[in-house]
């Protein structure tokens, strides 16, 4: 079955500040990945998606992710972070070999405070 | 465009009365659609999620139903809230793409 891991709880960073968001994943064959992102009391919002091709994703709002399937990994990342992107961001894998109908599987979330 | 509506977006209940959320999508047919449940401002549960008209299929044995009358309409129920019942209920719809896009959410309390 597949599963994906957001190991940070919370990730700080300061305005202006490169920041990384980390996902890691786990299926049996070449993943569908995707990121979204959370606003207070909010539905959840999508960024972006990899499903084959280029390894860079872009995605909205200057958000990208770099798809490495040697490390099983899909990092979301942002040249120079806004306080306005201070929110919850949940990863999201579905295995397109799993038989039976196609869900996401969504991790448990990373928040992302971004200080003045 | 696709626009997902959801409502009430909160609704305080006492325990053991019945609950009824609707979910309605717009600009697109057939899609598929979903009710996730969302704790502590944290993780996402899947509850139900429809292919089709009355096609149901659930993912946790719990107090809650669903049902889909009509192509772009999804009904979350239960006949009885317990104190459990209190969180974030959302409903999302995905077609031909991938991704899954979601409403606004509704926020239930059962006191």
């Known amino acids: 079955a597949q599963s994906v891991a957001q190991p940070e709880d919370q990730v700080n960073v300061a305005e202006g500040n490169p920041l990384t968001v980390k996902c890691t994943y786990s299926v049996s064959g070449n993943p569908y990945l995707f990121w979204y992102v959370q606003y207070p009391n909010r539905g959840l919002q999508f960024l972006l998606k990899?499903?084959?091709?280029?390894?860079l994703v872009k995605g909205s709002y200057g958000f990208e992710a770099e798809f490495n399937k040697s490390q099983t990994s899909f990092h979301l990342k942002k040249p120079s972070a806004l306080v306005s992107d201070s929110a919850l961001y949940f990863c999201?894998?579905?295995?397109?070999?799993?038989?039976?109908?196609?869900?996401?599987?969504f991790g448990t979330g990373t928040r992302l405070l971004v200080s003045p | 465009s696709q626009t997902i509506h959801q409502w009430p977006a909160t609704l305080v209940q006492p325990v053991g009365s019945p609950l009824s959320l609707e979910c309605t999508v717009e600009?697109?047919?057939?899609?598929?659609l979903y009710w996730y449940r969302q704790a502590a401002g944290r993780g996402l549960q899947l509850l139900f999620y429809?292919?089709?008209?009355?096609?149901i299929s659930s993912e946790v044995p719990q107090n809650l139903s669903a049902s889909r009358p009509q192509d772009r309409q999804f009904i979350l129920s239960s006949k009885k809230l317990l104190l459990s019942d209190s969180g974030f209920y959302l409903c999302?719809?995905?077609?031909?793409?991938?991704?899954?896009?979601f409403g606004p959410g509704t926020r239930l309390t059962v006191t």
């Open positions: 429809s292919v089709g008209i009355g096609q």
């Open positions: 600009g697109t047919s057939n899609p598929n």
């Open positions: 999302a719809w995905s077609g031909r793409a991938y991704e899954q896009y």
């Open positions: 999201a894998v579905r295995d397109p070999f799993n038989t039976g109908f196609q869900k996401l599987v």
């Open positions: 990899y499903i084959t091709g280029d390894n």
